[in-house]
């Protein structure tokens, strides 16, 4: 996240109903859940399995087999159980794992990943070229892709989410008389965006591969493609694209997906406000923040007109309406951000390619689902800010195995990423939901369609925020991450906390907790080949010592939780939940006070019942969730992956404070030294080299 960029402000306004008159409604639901677990449980069985056509295959090649996507086996084999004991909280400045596990440094921020760039410098004087060489900053959403199927040797794509400005400079950002310096910014934006590295394990130690073909950076400057409804049209024409094919740059890459075919998703989210508007702002500019002025989040703008600037490249961060047409000022520049974008790991030469079609706001990651020939696939994302929804993209085009296996991945993204339907969920009190088609057909407020009220298909995407509001959809408490349940296709949600649910905004079913501090995580399976789904709550954050209304999991010391956010299936059903628990940059939580941030894994399968999802997290099995791993100070846990044999777990640390230890590898060190902290992969192995968890 972010507690540095998250935008903290509420602009949703729609005021869509779920307020005080139906928190009683909630209320009573509760109840039902409390005392009738299997009345509950009854409901969703009936769905569990729906979507389990074990004669339709994934099909994805064992070339693109991270370990971490829906595989087509239908069910985790019976013997998968926890073979660690949950650890105790920590506050340790240093990474902890289980007794008998290893956990190692990789490709920190500033890692040079080919030979032109120098070395990272302690001292925060590396240049922008040497960024563009080298890590970025503040590790994120992240997947392994093997190579050949392997598990010591593959591609590792790592989102850098955002910036800490104090460790990238010397002494911090500079300001002259109201301007950034043009090197410093070119550091900044070259500090974001997405990494891909070949990554090799050597004598037990993964290190990066120099020099390797495969390594490549995106930055906030890289050219990419615009493709889908938006794409090419009136919205994105800009001095640097005429015809509004193109845009410079993914900003703000927080979480990611993964396709079947074997590419990588970054999702852009808290972009808008890197963008300012000191002149009229329209609405959908408003609906997603981009900034009123003065400036924009970075100052980016105010290198403009530095006798370097190329094509605009700072100036484009201003994107108040000055010229005469849209080619003559940089006022579309922002229609360029707030999407999924594919990259082919796999091609070094290939362009990344932002999906419009798939929505434009706040984007937290993105899980596809179950795939099953011969019906069309579906892919998650949660829009992470208060009262944001979550939406759902089905492609037009039916899934078809054979995809799996082309290597024109970015053309197999087309067929399926650039035609299809938008959706946005509202949840129902009695345990049903329903996806709304953000399509100019779907009746909204007052009578009239999205095509009255916003026209083309191109202008709701653009406001797709807006579009959502028109159709009412259910305002949650910031969806971050999805996930997909890889045998019975049920989609996990973490709704990372949100201390704006008060009294006069009231609750609703989907989020039933005022001021909600500790977060929780929904699921989900929709009816196969309709627009209707079943939902219950998987798990409610909380600290051990809060009272029944607020611990309503039943969670103890050993797996006390809040701020839910990066999230993950393995393959064997095994359900990762990492922590982004330093919310408004405070502890303003009790979970916080006990313990930094944490990753904990819980096996749904085995608190279900045998015709399909089984219970949710309750006092009776709340042992099942253990903390597996807790990370430095201050830092988050982001970003999870595994090598297909399930020998390697890779992680993210982000935003710590004085980790890691400068003269070793080892992630569990404490330093004895202050540091400049450094956001970093790191990679957890048992010792004995066997399989994780398990
Ligand atoms: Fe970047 Fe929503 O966390
Ligand atoms: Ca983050
Ligand atoms: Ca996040
Ligand atoms: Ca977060």
């Known amino acids: 996240m972010s507690k540095h960029i998250s935008d903290k402000t509420v602009r949703n306004h729609s005021q869509n109903k779920p307020f005080s008159e139906v928190l009683e409604i909630s209320l009573s639901r509760r109840a039902m859940m409390r005392g009738g677990l299997a009345a509950a449980l009854a409901t969703m069985s009936s769905f569990g399995l729906a979507g389990c056509d074990s004669s339709s295959t994934g099909g994805h090649t064992p070339a693109n087999d991270g370990g971490t996507t829906p595989n087509p086996d239908p069910e985790p084999p019976a013997s998968v159980k926890l073979?660690?004991?949950?650890?105790?909280?920590?506050?340790?400045?240093?990474?902890?794992?289980?007794?008998?596990?290893?956990?190692?440094?990789?490709?920190?921020?500033?890692?040079?990943?080919?030979?032109?760039?120098?070395?990272?410098?302690?001292?925060?004087?590396?240049?922008?070229?040497?960024?563009l060489n080298s890590m970025g900053?503040?590790?994120?959403?992240m997947h392994f892709f093997p190579l050949e199927g392997s598990s010591t040797e593959g591609l590792l794509a790592v989102n850098h989410?955002?910036?800490?400005?104090?460790?990238?400079?010397?002494?911090?950002?500079?300001?002259?008389?109201?301007?950034?310096?043009?090197?410093?910014?070119?550091k900044e934006i070259n500090a974001h965006g997405v990494a891909i590295i070949h990554i090799r394990r050597t004598n037990g130690r993964?290190?990066?591969?120099?020099?390797?073909?495969?390594?490549?950076?995106?930055?906030?400057?890289?050219?990419?493609?615009?493709?889908?409804?938006?794409?090419?049209?009136?919205?994105?024409?800009?001095?640097?694209?005429?015809?509004?094919?193109?845009?410079?740059?993914?900003?703000?890459?927080?979480?990611?997906?993964?396709?079947?075919?074997?590419?990588?998703?970054?999702?852009?989210?808290?972009?808008?406000?890197?963008?300012?508007?000191?002149?009229?702002?329209?609405?959908?500019?408003?609906?997603?923040?981009?900034?009123?002025?003065?400036?924009?989040?970075?100052?980016?703008?105010?290198?403009?007109?530095?006798?370097?600037?190329?094509?605009?490249?700072?100036?484009?961060?201003?994107?108040?309406?000055?010229?005469?047409?849209?080619?003559?000022?940089?006022?579309n520049e922002v229609n360029g951000f707030g999407y999924l974008v594919e990259i082919d790991p796999y091609d070094p030469s290939s362009i990344a390619t932002k999906r419009t079609s798939m929505g434009r706001f706040a984007h937290e990651g993105c899980a596809y689902s179950k795939p099953e020939a011969g019906i069309?696939?579906?892919?998650?994302?949660?829009?992470?800010?208060?009262?944001?929804?979550?939406?759902?993209?089905?492609?037009?085009?039916?899934?078809?195995?054979?995809?799996?296996?082309?290597?024109?991945?970015?053309?197999?993204?087309?067929?399926?990423?650039?035609?299809?339907?938008?959706?946005?969920?509202?949840?129902?009190?009695?345990?049903?939901?329903?996806?709304?088609?953000?399509?100019g057909s779907t009746a909204g407020k007052n009578g009239r369609t999205l095509a009255d009220e916003f026209g083309s298909l191109d202008a709701i995407l653009i406001n797709t925020r807006g579009a959502a509001d028109f159709v009412g959809?259910?305002?949650?408490?910031?969806?971050?991450?999805?996930?997909?349940?890889?045998?019975?296709?049920?989609?996990?949600?973490?709704?990372?906390?949100n201390t704006s649910r008060n009294a006069s905004t009231g609750?609703?079913?989907?989020?039933?907790?005022?001021?909600?501090?500790?977060?929780?995580?929904?699921?989900?399976?929709?009816?196969p080949g309709s627009n209707k789904f079943k939902w219950d709550i998987f798990v409610f954050g909380s600290d051990s010592g809060a009272d029944a209304d607020t611990n309503r999991s039943g969670l103890t010391d050993l797996n006390q939780l809040a701020s839910p956010d990066g999230l993950g299936f393995d393959s064997r059903g095994i359900l990762w939940i990492q922590t982004d628990n330093g919310i408004d940059g405070g502890r303003k939580n009790n979970v916080a006070r006990a313990t930094n941030d944490q990753m904990?894994?819980?096996?749904?399968?085995?608190?279900?019942?045998?015709?399909?999802?089984?219970?949710?997290?309750?006092?009776?099995?709340?042992?099942?969730?253990?903390?597996?791993?807790?990370?430095?100070?201050?830092?988050?846990?982001?970003?999870?992956?595994?090598?297909?044999?399930?020998?390697?777990?890779?992680?993210?640390?982000?935003?710590?404070?004085n980790w890691p230890a400068y003269d070793t590898h080892d992630a569990t060190v404490v330093s004895m030294n202050t540091v400049r902290p450094r956001s970093s992969t790191v990679v957890i192995q048992r010792a004995d080299g066997k399989p994780i968890a398990v």
């Open 83 to 131: 073979g660690f004991e949950s650890l105790p909280t920590s506050m340790t400045d240093g990474c902890v794992v289980p007794q008998g596990y290893i956990a190692h440094v990789l490709a920190p921020w500033g890692t040079p990943i080919n030979d032109n760039a120098l070395p990272w410098d302690q001292n925060g004087n590396n240049s922008s070229n040497d960024l």
């Open 137 to 141: 900053m503040h590790h994120d959403g």
């Open 161 to 186: 989410e955002y910036i800490d400005e104090k460790a990238l400079h010397p002494k911090g950002p500079t300001v002259v008389n109201g301007k950034r310096p043009a090197e410093e910014v070119r």
């Open 206 to 331: 993964w290190d990066i591969v120099q020099n390797s073909r495969y390594n490549r950076r995106f930055t906030s400057a890289t050219a990419m493609k615009l493709a889908g409804p938006v794409g090419g049209t009136d919205w994105t024409k800009t001095p640097f694209s005429p015809n509004g094919t193109q845009v410079r740059g993914t900003n703000n890459n927080c979480g990611n997906g993964t396709t079947p075919w074997g590419t990588y998703i970054t999702a852009e989210e808290n972009w808008a406000a890197c963008f300012v508007n000191t002149g009229t702002r329209p609405a959908h500019q408003q609906r997603v923040g981009v900034s009123a002025g003065p400036t924009g989040r970075y100052l980016w703008e105010t290198a403009a007109q530095d006798p370097s600037e190329v094509l605009g490249e700072f100036t484009r961060f201003n994107v108040t309406e000055t010229g005469a047409s849209a080619t003559e000022d940089w006022r």
């Open 376 to 439: 069309p696939l579906a892919f998650y994302s949660g829009d992470d800010s208060r009262f944001e929804y979550v939406y759902r993209f089905v492609s037009a085009a039916n899934w078809d195995p054979k995809d799996a296996e082309r290597t024109d991945r970015l053309a197999v993204g087309a067929k399926y990423l650039d035609k299809g339907t938008l959706y946005v969920a509202r949840f129902n009190e009695d345990g049903s939901g329903e996806w709304l088609a953000l399509t």
């Open 473 to 497: 959809a259910t305002p949650m408490d910031r969806p971050e991450w999805t996930a997909t349940h890889p045998s019975n296709g049920d989609i996990y949600l973490t709704l990372t906390n």
């Open 507 to 527: 609750t609703n079913a989907a989020n039933p907790r005022l001021n909600n501090v500790n977060g929780h995580i929904i699921r989900w399976h929709d009816e």
């Open 600 to 657: 904990l894994a819980v096996i749904p399968g085995s608190l279900a019942d045998s015709s399909g999802t089984g219970p949710a997290i309750n006092a009776n099995n709340q042992a099942d969730l253990r903390r597996f791993f807790v990370g430095p100070n201050e830092a988050e846990i982001t970003g999870f992956s595994m090598t297909p044999d399930h020998t390697s777990l890779f992680l993210n640390i982000q935003h710590p404070v």
